[in-house]
């Protein structure tokens, strides 16, 4: 037979995969004998003649050929013959940074399957793995190679991958990730400086450009006093949450302002283009204003005094506090100034307004 014919006789699962399903109809011009006599016919319409000899299909599929696509999420896999999507096991799939000993690997947890052509499965990647497998060094265009444990897959025969012989991994062709890193989300806690933001894939902590990042008031917000511009701050990620840690400097300017996150109705926040790239270098696209998700007020304790200053002459008291002050709630009464540690020691004077 042609390798197409006996292609499509291999895809479809009931035809010859047992003596009981193999029958063969022809027709009279079919061929003939040397007295240029024609075949007698057997017709379709008629019992057909059944199988003297079947010899199955016992020689397990081969992947030959492949696809991972950071962009759409899918692992395409060609093979040299039929294949029944219904069977294939996904977390029989490894994807490897070479063909026989790899020094790095990763499985599929899961997925679905999909069947393109009767010899090409399309796996849809579940997030998880996609976001795993972007922030694998080693999975990049020249060191992609999928293996198939055994039984992982079965050919329209039934015979399984992997069953009477041993094969090395497939080297596949790789389409990178050059989609920018949509942000989902982001929630502020004011009591630890931190900034939680959420992406849908794996972000670089390193490339957080901070004077990107701006607070508002609104999403209308103009004035100077109800928009906070970044100026520094360390970041860390894990995957695709980032956990960037305000400087004291920009939280204090935060709390000065009086207008800024002070509550979940005053928080916004806007995003610069390329404020954050993702671990293939797609910075992020311009967000002109994004209301916070959850928003934690500080509620570190009391407030402290840290230190004073006290100018005779000029009759001024300084005082330094642990974190920013609302100068509109100051009052001097409570205040006293002593000649001791402990009032009773000595003279002492209390304010009085």
């Known amino acids: 037979l042609s390798p197409t014919d006996i292609f499509n006789v291999k895809k479809n699962a009931y035809i010859c995969t047992y003596r009981g399903n193999c029958y063969i109809t022809a027709t009279a011009q079919t061929v003939k004998d040397t007295s240029n006599n024609n075949l007698a016919p057997v017709l379709s319409v008629s019992p057909g003649r059944i199988v003297t000899i079947l010899v199955t299909d016992v020689i397990p599929p081969t992947l030959v050929s492949g696809e991972l696509n950071m962009n759409n999420a899918t692992l395409t896999l060609i093979f040299d013959k039929p294949v029944v999507v219904t069977s294939v096991n996904i977390g ?3 994807v490897q940074d070479n063909a026989t000993v790899p020094q790095h690997a990763y499985n599929l947890t899961g997925g ?4 393109t052509q009767p010899a090409m499965i399309q796996i849809r990647l579940t997030s998880t793995d996609l976001n795993l497998l972007k922030n694998l060094s080693f999975v990049s265009a020249s ?8 039984n992982t897959i079965t050919d329209n ?7 009477t012989v041993s094969i090395n991994a497939t080297w596949v062709s790789f389409v990178p990730d050059t989609t920018p ?3 989902l989300g982001y929630t502020l806690d004011l009591q630890t400086s931190t900034l939680t933001v959420t992406f849908d894939e794996p972000v670089s902590p390193n490339s957080v450009n901070f004077a990107g990042l701006t607070f508002l008031a609104s999403c209308s917000a103009g004035a100077s006093n109800q928009s906070q511009q970044l100026t520094s ?3 860390t990620a894990d995957l695709n949450i980032l956990y960037i840690r305000l400087s004291p400097g920009d939280v204090s ?3 000065i302002k009086g ?9 916004f926040l806007a995003v610069s283009t390329g404020a954050v790239t993702d671990l293939a270098a797609n910075g992020i696209r311009n967000i002109s204003c994004l209301q916070v998700g959850a928003y934690t007020v500080s509620t570190a304790g009391l407030l402290s005094l840290k230190s004073f200053d006290f100018d005779d002459a000029a009759g001024v008291l300084t005082m330094v506090f642990t974190d920013v002050v609302a100068s509109n709630t100051f009052t001097a009464v409570g205040i006293t100034i002593q000649a001791g540690k402990a009032r009773s020691s000595g003279p002492y004077y209390a304010l009085t307004q």
Do not use: D, E, H, M
């Open 92 to 94: 029989g799939i490894r």
């Open 112 to 115: 679905s399957a999909f069947a």
């Open 143 to 150: 060191t992609t190679f999928i293996y198939l444990f055994q």
């Open 157 to 163: 025969a039934f015979t399984p991958i992997g069953n």
């Open 181 to 183: 890193p949509p942000l």
């Open 233 to 235: 701050g360390t970041a």
């Open 253 to 255: 300017s935060i709390k």
């Open 259 to 267: 207008s800024i996150a002070t509550s979940v109705s005053t928080t």
